[in-house]
DNA sequence: GTGATATGATATCAAAAAAGTATCATTATT
DNA sequence: AATAATGATACTTTTTTGATATCATATCAC
């Protein structure tokens, strides 16, 4: 079972050691110290940025910082960005498995499943995987 | 997030197919019955069989049966037959994303979390996503 | 025992998702 | 204006999932 994917794996790491870097670094930078390809970290990081985990900076001294502090940024915030959420109640398969769409109760349970899942991740602090 | 794959799908319809239909069935019963594509359905009900959730008998009057009764059928015992578990404290990834395997304590954290997962399909009946 | 009918075992193929790459545009510094 | 960083995004490769096909084996009716 995969519980995060790479993705979710290496933004971990990145930020982790941007923090370790007092707070701030730029994609070479982090590349040339972790074992993570440039150009997936690059968008990697880019994704950080979007999400409002980081902020970017162009240009000459430019590179990543952490918008707000990171002790609060959870799993659930992390994995989200890199493994989109169902909206709630909404089929997880491409439909035509079910004979009815609308009488299905599955899909709902399956939407609530991963709703606990995700309430688990909420519970997990990036800052507790790290250590 | 997918939280259960198809051929989990799949199993927990077979399933309930062959509970309505009196306890047993054959492939060509639920084939004609269900939107499963026939082989994929045939292999689905051989690992259930292997799994000893069912009990399948060969030639004519042959099919499918439950071994045990379907009340006590977990979403995890289902699940693990289609999602195969890491063996715990493995790394989910590949190798090659830690830079030390042996200090790493990412990977022990993460197959804890599927740990979780599980403990919370251990209490899901499959009989209750089926009402 | 033989033929029909069911599953067992397993190899292969196709589609989708995840992982990784490449390129040009834009902005900040000097 | 030149340089050095990220932004945006399209593309390719690899892996996983979903689906198929085939032959072997067991059971039953006759
Ligand atoms: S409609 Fe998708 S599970 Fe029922
Ligand atoms: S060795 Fe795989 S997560 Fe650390």
Redesign the interface.
Known sequence: ????K?ET??A??ALFFIKNNGGHADVSKIYSN??IPRPFLRRILQQLAHAKILLSKKGKHGGFKFLRPFEKITLARL?EIF????PPGEC??KN??C?NYKTC??KG??SK??E???K?FEN?LIK??W?
């Open positions: 079972m995969r519980v995060i790479k794996d290496y971990l790491r972790m074992d994995n493994d989109k959420r169902l997880p398969f035509k498995v004979i109760v599955l349970k399956l499943l991963e606990e899942i995700y688990m997990i507790d995987l250590m």
